[in-house]
Every structure is written in C-alpha cells, then in structure tokens.
C-alpha cells in the first residue's frame, strides 16, 4: 500500500513538472514608456557664466547682426542684466534696424522692467522706433508712462501722433477693465459676506 501511495505521488508530481516545463513560455513584459515631454514648458538654453560675459560683450561688437543676436541669446536665458542693456541700446545704438528690432523683441511681453528702455524709444530719431515703442508700451498697458506718451502727441510726425493717440485709449482701455474688475470682486465679496450673515443661526 505504501508503495502505490509513494507511485501516485510520484506521479503527480511528474505530471506537474512536465505541465510546467511544456507550458509555452510568456514573452518578457516590455519596460513602461518614458514619460512624456511637455511640450509647453520650453527649455532655456543653458550656459555657463563665462559664456553669459561673452554673450554680453558681443553688444558692443561693431556688426549690428552679431549684435542682435547677442540680444536675443541674453533675452532667451532671461538675461537680468538684460533691461539696462536694452536701455542702452536703444539710447545708443547707431543702427536704426537694430533698435527698431530690440523694441520689436519687446511688443508682446508685460514685463515693466523694459519700460525705461521703451520710453527711450519714444525719444528716437527714426519715426519707426518711436512708433514701435508706442505699440510695445501700449500692450504691457502701464499708465505710468502717460507723460511722455502723452509729448508725443505734438509729434511732427502724423503716423506718430495716431500711434500716441491709440496707446492712451489702450491705456484708458486697461485702466477700465481694471476698475470693472475690482468692482466685480468687491460686488461679490460683499454679496458673499452677506450670505454668511444670513447662514448664521
């Protein structure tokens, strides 16, 4: 009796091993996908301090592409000494192209840290500098610089004197969506102190 026990567990085991060994193999899982770039946060260029000195003194190189480039090198990067050097450029720079350019760089930002270099752009010789700086101060909307908007007015220049007028209603423009806005949320944090107040018991 012991013996058919021992021979009918050898044979399940037997027969286990073999249903295993005969099992067709799994192909390996493949490793998980990497993850994604996202393609909305745009990389910086990164380079290294030495790099950033040399990139600087390429502004006062005397060819007035090497010149833009450097800009928009140091605007990529987010250069912080970039606002003086934009200032100075167009205060200075002798290349009406170059100027009209940088303003050019500065038409869609909201960043007032470029204000002083656009104002000096309200003082150019060339009629398309100060018009381009118009526009530029006219989308980042700060009503600080109304005074010297405002000079241009009296400009010679009547394309100049139309682009002065067009700022200051984006000016006006701004400083009623600004009020209406903070009237919406005064409204409404009154109307909500009031439902506190009815709330409580």
Do not use: C, H
Not at 16 to 43: C, E, H, T
Not at 58 to 73: G, K, Y
């Amino acid at each position: 009796m012991p013996r058919i026990i021992a021979l009918i567990l050898f044979l399940a085991a037997a027969g286990y091993l073999s249903r295993a060994y005969l099992r067709p193999l799994q192909p390996p899982q493949p490793p998980a996908p990497p993850p994604m770039a996202d393609p909305s946060k745009d990389a910086l260029p990164v380079f290294s301090e030495k790099e950033i000195l040399k990139i600087r003194q390429s502004i006062q190189d005397s060819d007035p592409d090497v010149r833009w480039t450097a800009v928009q090198l140091l605007y990529a990067v987010r250069d912080p000494q970039l606002g003086t050097m934009i200032e100075k450029i167009i205060a200075e720079d002798t290349d009406a192209d170059l100027r009209l350019r940088v303003v050019g760089l500065m038409k869609g930002q909201q960043e007032s840290a470029m204000l002083g270099g656009l104002v000096k752009g309200l003082r150019d010789i060339d009629r398309n500098v100060r018009i381009a700086s118009l526009r530029a101060l006219g989308n980042i909307g700060d009503p600080s610089v109304t005074t010297w908007v405002t000079a241009l007015l009296k400009d010679p220049e009547p394309e100049v004197r139309i682009a002065a007028l067009q700022t200051l209603g984006r000016f006006q423009a701004k400083r009623k969506a600004d009020f209406q806005a903070l009237a919406d949320k005064l409204r409404k944090d009154y109307e909500d102190a009031q439902k506190r107040a009815a709330a409580r018991p």
